[in-house]
């Protein structure tokens, strides 16, 4: 019996060890099939555009060049590297490209994810994980940027959260990661932020004659990188770049994906919180005290911007894995060589993506979203020769691929706190007059907002205004010849 025990562990083995693969194998998989919806965010174009921008003149940008009300100000694009792999790709293989890199990406990171928890938990609790950190993640999985950097923020906090499950310092090999990350997206900064906790954690968690030169070789390495995540163009603006979006105060709340949660419906994270506490208070699941902090981090982070759901998905599997594994029973125990069996597996999974990618994108064409990529509404605008566009925020990015000024778009650093909400508010008529004084300070000339806009409505009815353009998505009005700028124009229902 003991013998057929051991064998039965041995021969699954390999299986185990290929869970990972086949998780990612999955999710490349139905994210190509739905590579649309990874289209479905106005600011890929602009990304896509900058990207281009950076490969042709060899050069990172440092002003603004696109908008015709931020041009010449200061503007930093830490996202440079992952802008450059976006555009490349488009190059390469159209819309294609960026839909194959980031499901690609996104295949990378739960993949990587599933071996850092299955190295702790059993099969059944990393698909668990897995599962959940999906659902939550969902609505963010876009051809964007800080997809792109998910598998190095992944690979950086397993790293970091290993070397303190053993009491031991972090090697100083995972220095070149956080400086890739450095140069794929500002996110990088909670990267060298959790180098403190953890450290501390592991400290703690060790011997008292271990504790003060355990901690003295954390700190040494957070110095270090820090400093490894200075080398990209901008050095140590790249953590200021980050510090003036966070500072963005109401202007965040106007932007979907920076807005708090909203538990006015049910949704994926009211059913993990209250699942995950229900089943701690079930089992009596219990974690150091700073493991605890960092899940709180988490949570509030999640709670107060909806874009954090990543972090809380991705992250706090990670952070948890090794205290929960020794309360409810982890991973067998197995050897780390890979079998060939485990070899073949991975190189006809290979093949078979590449085989399957190459076969579906010959058949299918991928493009953005309808809805944020107003194609005839702008080829109507540039035949109008207008060159003081009042648009909507969203689409702001076709503006800039179209190679039109935009008032405003998904630079939101760019643009400051102020301007992006006096923008949002205008486009609602929160009050109108909002809307009348910035048609008047920046001597707008056009107007190309979505149909259903309020300001549409009233712009149709507007004194000195005429509607010349409109389809289900956008509405083009041009300011009447020789009517004069006025904050409190007369409303015209005739127009």
Same mark, same amino acid.
């Given at each position: *019996? ?19 693969? &086949? ?7 139905? +994210? /190509? ?11 890929? /174009? ?68 599933? &071996? ?24 963010? *999985? ?7 950097? *998910? ?8 790293? +970091? ?35 403190a906790p953890l450290g501390l954690d592991a400290a703690l968690s060790a011997s008292p004659t271990r504790r003060l030169p !355990?901690?003295?070789? &954390?700190?040494?390495?957070?110095? !270090? ?6 080398? =990209? ?14 500072s963005l105060g109401q202007a965040l709340a106007t932007i979907t994906e920076w807005a708090p949660a909203d538990f006015s ?7 993990? /919180? ?15 005290? !700073? ?6 981090? /988490? ?18 599997? +990670? ?30 999974? *290979? ?52 190679g039109v000024a935009p008032f405003i778009d998904g630079r939101t650093e760019l643009y400051g706190e102020q301007f992006v909400?006096?923008? =949002? ?13 910035? +048609? ?56």
């Amino acid at each position: *019996m003991t013998i057929l025990t051991a064998d039965s562990r041995a021969l699954s083995s390999p299986r185990r060890r290929l869970l990972p693969l &086949w998780i990612a194998t999955a999710v490349y998989a139905f +994210l /190509l099939i739905a590579g649309d919806r990874l289209l479905n965010d106005p600011d890929t /174009l602009w990304q896509v555009t900058i990207g281009q921008w950076i490969i042709d003149n060899h050069a990172v940008p440092q002003v603004d060049v696109y908008s015709f009300t931020m041009a010449g100000q200061p503007w930093i694009s830490t996202q440079w590297l992952a802008q450059m792999l976006l555009a490349g790709s488009t190059a390469l293989a159209g819309w294609a490209g960026p839909v194959v890199l980031s499901a690609g990406a996104l295949a990378l990171t739960f993949g990587l994810c599933a &071996w850092f928890l299955g190295r702790r938990l059993s099969d059944s609790t990393t698909l668990v994980f897995v599962t959940v950190a999906i659902a939550l993640m969902a609505p963010h *999985m876009l051809a964007r940027p800080h997809v792109l950097a *998910m598998p190095v923020m992944v690979a950086w906090a397993g790293a +970091l959260i290993a070397a303190a499950d053993r009491r031991e310092a972090p090697s100083l090999w995972l220095l070149p990661l956080i400086a890739l990350w450095a140069n794929l997206h500002g996110g990088f900064v909670l990267g060298i932020a959790l180098v403190a906790p953890l450290g501390l954690d592991a400290a703690l968690s060790a011997s008292p004659t271990r504790r003060l030169p !355990l901690l003295l070789r &954390w700190v040494l390495f957070g110095v !270090l990188a820090l400093i490894a995540s200075c080398a =990209n163009p901008y050095g140590w603006n790249a953590i200021l770049a980050s510090q003036r979006i966070l500072s963005l105060g109401q202007a965040l709340a106007t932007i979907t994906e920076w807005a708090p949660a909203d538990f006015s419906r049910i949704g994926a994270l009211e059913i993990t /919180l209250l699942g995950g506490l229900g089943l701690a208070l079930l089992r009596g699941v219990t974690l150091p005290p !700073l493991r605890i902090l960092m899940l709180l981090g /988490l949570i509030h982070m999640a709670l107060s911007h909806a874009r954090n759901l990543e972090l809380l998905a991705l992250l706090a599997p +990670l952070i948890i894995a090794a205290p929960l594994a020794r309360q409810i029973g982890g991973a067998e125990t197995r050897a780390d060589a890979a079998s060939r069996s485990a070899h073949g597996a991975v190189a006809a999974a *290979m093949a078979l993506m590449i085989g399957g990618t190459l076969a579906f994108t010959s058949l299918h064409r991928f493009a953005p979203q309808r809805a944020n990529s107003p194609a005839a509404a702008v080829t109507e605008l540039k035949k109008l020769g207008a060159q003081r566009v009042f648009n909507d925020y969203d689409f702001g990015g076709y503006l800039i691929a179209s190679g039109v000024a935009p008032f405003i778009d998904g630079r939101t650093e760019l643009y400051g706190e102020q301007f992006v909400v006096e923008q =949002n508010a205008a486009v609602r008529l929160r009050p109108p007059d909002k809307l009348f004084r910035m +048609l008047d300070d920046y001597r707008i000339d056009a107007t190309l907002l979505r149909t259903g806009d309020a300001a549409t409505r009233l712009l149709d009815h507007l004194d000195g205004w005429r509607k010349v353009y409109a389809d289900d998505i956008a509405t083009i009005h041009v300011r009447k010849p020789g009517a004069a700028q006025a904050t409190e124009p007369k409303v015209d229902s005739t127009n």
